[in-house]
């Protein structure tokens, strides 16, 4: 008998028998699917007129802090301070709400006018120095964020509404 072919059928079955139970070979993962870009989402528009933005938010709330500079006025209590904090960050969320446009005749214009971003970045800063103040409880640096406000308000107002049209919105202050 020939050992020879019997040899190389032996090899082969134990080839074939190694292969067969040795662990499957790692199967490679199919490449991930590309990320869609993320879809640049709609712009938010309110449902009011940029006015109606400024009387219901700015005008209430840049009184209520002009206020703490009335005789007998100033916060004295943790709670005048918190009234104080929320009134600023009506201003600081302000800012942005009345970039955005609104259902006014002008607003379209305004809000796409480079200026009028910089007045509303100017009031929300001022906002945010309130806030600073207020929650540090420093009248002092209250007051000068006062009149940091006072002064984005008024550059605003001769630019946009030096005959301050207000579509027949106006705000009472009975404070």
Do not use: Y
């Not at 079955?13 to 869609?36: H, M, T």
């Amino acid at each position: 008998m020939n050992i020879k072919p019997l040899r190389f059928a032996l090899l082969g079955v134990g080839a074939l028998l190694l292969v067969g139970c040795s662990n499957p070979p790692a199967q490679q993962a199919a490449p991930a699917p590309e990320a869609a870009p993320a879809a640049t989402p709609a712009p938010i528009v309110p449902k009011t007129s940029i006015n109606a933005m400024m009387v219901a938010l700015v005008d209430h709330a840049s009184h209520n802090l002009w206020n703490v500079e009335k005789e007998g006025m100033a916060p004295k209590t943790d709670a005048d301070w918190a009234v104080v904090e929320e009134h600023a960050v009506q201003l600081v969320a302000a800012g942005p709400a009345i970039t955005a446009g609104g259902t006014g005749e002008k607003d379209a214009g305004w809000a796409n006018a480079p200026t009028w971003r910089a007045h509303a970045q100017a009031m929300s800063n001022a906002g945010a120095a309130a806030l600073t103040a207020a929650q540090g409880k420093n009248l002092s640096a209250l007051v000068e964020a006062n009149g940091r406000l006072v002064e984005s308000c008024e550059s605003c107002h001769k630019e946009f509404k030096p005959d301050l049209p207000t579509e027949g919105i106006v705000h009472g202050h009975t404070h």
